[in-house]
């Protein structure tokens, strides 16, 4: 859906930084009503390219044109005066403001007197949330937002301003079900208005189902566009990863052996009600369940960063009542968190510093660590694991999605977890990591390593899990074995009793 009206042009666009040519003369188009998909591996390009839209970077060479006029930017003020807007999959909002204070932060309400006019930007903050159908309380405080709901207020805080190029890198990543609906329906809306969306996106199937025109790039370079009615979801992977990627998911089969974690009616208050599981020796245990489902908080109820009100835990044949993170992680128990960039990783340490916090965290008297020797067992993780980097010194912070998610799970592997709790860990990385993510996740089970996995993706979760429990309003409602459910039954006992009676009553 576009009027034909060319709005953004991008003619061979170059990008280098020192050692690295991160874009090859690429070029981009994107026209007014125009949803087209920028879609490509980790590290392919995509992030520099639309920093360089914005003018957080400056190109090397190259044109860029806006309603056919040129352009230099040389901050990501001049992007803003020119109608580009992005938002960004690292959620840009302060935590400690309110949530209509993050909306208008770049245009706060004034009284007559210059002051600010709380009553005019709360009211203003909540008429924008409800054209997102969503209840958020304008003064709320965002730190206690969840990372769902956090995303909704940055599409709102991103359309709440002027935007003639929208930028939407990853929007979909924290949303499931109803909401992604709802941004879909929002997307069609500001089509409809002339909006040119750039959309980015690991989720292939949204591509089909919301893009009108796709591009791909690989290893910096425009490998292909073309209308999304004229290509193949196999098409597309092949001009992603340069190769037929032959399967989607990878399971090994095998030996189940004794439980490993036991709770028993595990109550956190507000967080988590009368939940009992059993995870065995070399298995995964998926949870399936909506956004808010408590699937994160039972993760960090286990792990010890939210304090069990009652209920018992059994960790290797031993009752735990864990007071912190350090006590399971004592126990042999690893976390790879939903928020990888705040929860899971220091972003402005290095590769092998933050895969040797996962030895640190355990000893006690930490100046007797051999750091050679330590730094020696994270060059080894590192290749074990596959992390794409120029060297182990780089931030971690610089790594694409995928490569951050194996730091952090090397972090874990060399801790010596025995237990791996992961909460979405393929979120946001494409086809090719998933599948590498897979394999590592194979073969820690047959290293006798046992999993909990919290997935959105049902067919991942039905791919991979050899039991998968179904949460709802903090509790377990249904357990089936693998290969006993379908999509449709796992709904079924996922959306809440109060949802599906009060869509009866409408």
């Not at 340069?242 to 189940?256: A, H, N, P, S």
């Amino acid at each position: 859906m576009n009027n034909g009206k060319t709005i953004l042009e991008m003619e061979r666009i170059t990008k280098e930084f020192p050692g690295v040519k991160a874009l090859k003369n690429v070029d981009l188009k994107v026209r007014a009503g125009e949803v087209h998909c920028l879609v490509g591996e980790n590290g392919a390009g995509k992030s520099t390219l639309i920093k360089i839209m914005t003018g957080a970077h400056s190109k090397s060479s190259g044109q860029i044109r806006v309603n056919g006029i040129p352009v230099e930017m040389n901050g990501p003020q001049d992007g803003k005066k020119l109608g580009i807007r992005a938002i960004y999959q690292e959620l840009d909002l302060l935590p400690t403001l309110t949530v209509a204070e993050n909306i208008f932060v770049e245009d706060i309400p004034k009284t007559k007197l210059g002051l600010v006019n709380w009553s005019k930007m709360n009211l203003k903050a909540q008429e924008l949330l409800r054209t997102f159908g969503v209840q958020i309380e304008p003064k709320a405080l965002v730190k206690d937002l969840t990372v769902a709901e956090q995303q909704i207020v940055t599409i709102v805080k991103a359309l709440s301003q002027d935007s003639k190029i929208l930028i939407m890198d990853e929007p979909s990543a924290v949303l499931t079900g109803s909401e992604l609906e709802r941004l879909f329906g929002i997307i069609r809306e500001l089509q409809k208005q002339g909006v040119g969306i750039i959309y980015i996106t690991h989720r292939l199937v949204e591509v089909f189902e919301i893009g009108d025109t796709v591009t791909v790039l690989r290893d910096g370079e425009n490998i292909a566009t073309a209308k999304v009615e004229d290509v193949t979801m196999e098409q597309l992977i092949t001009w992603m990863v340069g190769r037929e990627l032959g399967e989607q998911f990878y399971k090994e089969t095998v030996d189940i052996g004794d439980i490993v974690l036991e709770a028993k009616n595990l109550t956190v208050t507000g967080q988590v009600k009368n939940v009992s599981l059993q995870l065995h020796e070399g298995e995964i245990l998926g949870i399936a369940g909506l956004v808010g489902a408590g699937r994160t908080e039972l993760l960090k109820s286990i792990f010890g960063q939210y304090q069990v009100d009652s209920g018992s835990l059994v960790v290797f044949g031993e009752e735990c009542h864990f007071t912190s993170p350090r006590d399971g992680i004592a126990k042999g128990l690893g976390l790879v968190p939903e928020d990888r960039k705040n929860e899971g990783a220091v972003l402005c340490r290095s590769i092998e510093e933050n895969i040797s916090l996962g030895v640190l965290v355990k000893r006690k008297f930490k100046f007797l660590v051999h750091f050679p020797k330590l730094f020696q067992k994270a060059v080894e993780l590192a290749n074990y694991v596959a992390i794409r980097c120029h060297s182990l010194k780089q931030e971690v912070g610089t790594l694409s999605g995928g490569n951050q998610q194996k730091t952090v799970l090397a972090k874990w592997l060399a801790s010596e977890s025995k237990i791996l709790l992961l909460d979405e860990p393929t979120r946001g990385i494409d086809v090719g990591s998933k599948l590498e993510f897979y394999k590592l996740m194979a073969e820690m089970v047959r290293a006798k390593k046992s999993i909990i996995l919290v997935s959105s993706e049902l067919p991942e979760l039905m791919a991979l899990s050899d039991r998968i429990l179904v949460m709802s309003n903090s509790q377990v409602r249904k357990e089936f074995l693998a290969g006993e459910a379908t999509q449709e039954e796992i709904l079924e006992y996922a959306i809440p009793q109060e949802l599906k009676e009060s869509v009866r009553a409408s």
